[in-house]
Structure formats: structure tokens, C-alpha cells
């Protein structure tokens, strides 16, 4: 498998580049107005940067996102809240992990046909049991296509960074990969 920073470029590569194969299949753009719900799932790959230790992890997430889009013609930008819960503990024996990010976004992007490439950043909150929770920050961009008129699905990749932790003297990154279906109404 590629390394995380070596797969991120590689997806980022891979969605600029379908962009305009998938307008010129699409003729018929679609609206992007509106409010959505959506639910996502994918993987995270925590590192733990402790002072003299770095430890690196990857597990399993799932989560749910409720926003509004605003359509502009070629652009959308919209605003969404959303949580992702998982179990990545520092080291297979700790009972110390992160169990949940939850995130308030903002995004802008391009419409592409029936298809939306994006980017996204905004304020980042993350649960450690044991240790509390702290706020960061993320960036991220994805890609989303609407395949009927209220449904789509899509992929996004976002980095977040969590510095001195909780007061703990431990920088936190977190880089996600997520597929996910969104309903739109």
C-alpha cells in the first residue's frame, strides 16, 4: 500500500484529472442548492507525535454530515457540521484512542457537469479517552457527483492537525479517507 502522503497526492491527482472527462459526458449540469444529509465511512491514519516517540496508526471511521450548498452557476460554496467516530489507539496494547473528530466546514468548488470538485477547510474537534479533547483545524478537498436528482456519492480526503493536545505536549495529525452518499432535499 502507498504511503499516506503518497496515496492523498495520488486521489487528488486522479479527481483533477476526471473532471473534465466527466463534464464532457455530462451536458446537463445539475443544481446544487439546498440543504443534505449524508453519511460517510472510510479510514484514518492517526500519528502521535510525543516528545522523543512518534507513533502512526490506521482504523476504520464512520459518520454523518448535515449542510447547505448554495449553487452560483459554476460554483457552489456551502457550510456543514459533521462527526466521524472511530477506535485508533496509540499502540495495539493502549487503552488511550481517539474515538471521535467532529468538524465545522466550509467548502468551494467547481461544478464539473453533474459532478462538483471541491475544497474544504474549517475547525476541528477530537476526542481522546483518557486524555480529553482539543480543537485544530482541517483541509481536505474532494469530489461529488449527483448520479439521480436528490442523491450523490463522493470521496474526500482531509488533513487535520491538533498541536500540544489537551496540554499534553503531543501534536496530533490525522489524515481521513472517505466515501460518502449524501440526500439531498
Known sequence: MLPPK???????????????????????????????????????????NVPGLNLQNTAPFAGAVVGYDIDLKDWVVGASADIDMTDTSLTSR????????????LRGGYKVGKGLIYGTGGYANAHINNVGEDGGYYIGGGYEHQFITNFSIGGEILYHEFNNFSNTNTDIEVISYQVRGTFRF
Open 6 to 48: 503518497k496515496l492523498s497526492a495520488f486521489l487528488v491527482t486522479t479527481l483533477l484529472a476526471t473532471g473534465p472527462a466527466l463534464a464532457q459526458s455530462t451536458a446537463q449540469s445539475t443544481s446544487w442548492t439546498g440543504g443534505y444529509v449524508r453519511s460517510d465511512m472510510g479510514a484514518a491514519n492517526v500519528k502521535y
Open 94 to 105: 493502549s487503552a488511550t484512542e481517539l474515538d471521535r473528530i467532529w468538524r465545522l466546514k
